[in-house]
């Protein structure tokens, strides 16, 4: 079995290591010229060579010191540098316990344990669309663990730890067509018509349009050029049975504009904005007025449970990457 040590920070301590390094032999050496120096002045012969031995026994004793001291502390920052484990949230990661595991961390975020049970659950629907069997996904301090199963290779365990933390997206579209509403343009036509949609399918660009699917797979969707990205969501926060975000300057005036646009279409789907979360589609509303403020409330229907509102949350905070996962450890077989 082998294991890939947790990520460490760079250690200032390497730094102290190599002042003193330099600093002491520099050190025994002024000494010495100095002692050696002070001597000749006072017009001491008889002792000038009593006091350069002497200067000289000082300087090397300055220079095993220092260069020992150097060692020592260079040898304490490598072994905290192979312990270290990231902490997050202020817990430690717990030892791993199965034989091919890996433990993803919530990076620089302050995230609660319901909060990081969610991240777990939108591993395992990566995992699941991608196709990678798992054995468990679960939250024990500040790590989301993934156990594979025994008979996973390591290269299985790599691409599984890839498709995990791959960067999430998240985007808004303008809606030009759904299923058989709507116009298609020329140039999407024909991937419209070749794309079956399953759980599995993710949206494909088609020079500034989209194919994309529904999250159930039970609608498919032509989107025009991409209004808004996940990076210029300022903030998601689930409020009881809603996913309220907050947009950045940028965002805002895009906001407005197409909501604008959308508003002066009579008829649906030309007149919906698709939002598009890890490549499918998870709502496309129909806009009622124009969105001046930055911000929008999303609530998954009418009999929308509190579950639901902070999955979302979570989504966008990582495709904002206000939230980002990280690989902090692996054990896989050899």
């Known amino acids: 079995m082998t294991s890939k040590p947790a990520r460490a920070e760079p250690q200032s301590i390497d730094n102290t290591a190599l002042i003193i390094a330099v600093l002491a032999p520099a050190a025994g050496v002024i000494v010495a010229l100095f002692a050696r120096s002070a001597a000749h002045k006072r017009g001491e012969r008889s002792s000038t060579r009593t006091v350069a031995a002497l200067s000289i026994g000082v300087a090397l004793c300055l220079v095993i010191t220092g260069a020992a001291v150097a060692v020592v502390i260079a040898w304490f920052a490598a072994t905290a540098a192979a312990t270290s484990t990231l902490p997050a949230v202020g817990k430690e990661l717990v030892a791993f316990t199965h034989t091919n595991e890996i433990v993803l961390i919530a990076d620089y975020a302050d995230l609660s344990t319901a909060e990081l049970n969610v991240v777990?659950?939108?591993?395992?629907?990566?995992l699941d669309r991608a196709g990678?069997?798992?054995d468990e996904i679960s939250v024990k301090g500040a790590g989301v663990y993934v156990v594979f199963p025994d008979d996973a290779t390591p290269d299985e365990v790599e691409q599984a730890s890839a498709v995990a933390t791959k960067t999430f997206s998240a985007t808004f579209h303008p809606v030009l067509a759904a299923n058989d509403s709507g116009t298609v343009p020329a140039p999407a036509a024909a991937i419209f018509d070749e794309t079956v949609c399953s759980p599995a399918h993710t949206i494909e660009a088609v020079g500034d349009n989209y194919v994309a699917c529904s999250r159930d797979a039970s609608v498919k969707y032509v989107l025009g050029p991409i209004a808004i990205r996940g990076a210029q969501v300022d903030d998601?926060?689930?409020v009881q049975t809603a996913t309220d975000l907050t947009l950045n300057t940028e965002a805002t005036t895009a906001l407005e504009s197409v909501t604008t646009d959308l508003l002066e279409q009579q008829q649906q789907p030309e007149?919906?904005?698709?939002?598009?979360?890890?490549?499918?589609?998870?709502s496309a509303s129909v806009v009622m007025s124009v969105l001046t403020d930055g911000h929008l409330q999303l609530v998954d229907g009418p009999n929308a449970t509190p579950?639901?509102?902070q999955t979302l949350a979570v989504h966008f905070l990582l495709a904002a990457q206000l939230v980002t996962l990280v690989e902090a450890a692996t054990t896989v077989h050899d």
């Open 120 to 126: 777990a659950a939108v591993v395992a629907e990566r």
């Open 132 to 134: 990678f069997a798992h």
């Open 236 to 238: 998601a926060v689930a």
């Open 271 to 282: 007149n919906q904005l698709a939002i598009v979360l890890d490549g499918q589609v998870i």
């Open 307 to 309: 579950a639901p509102a």
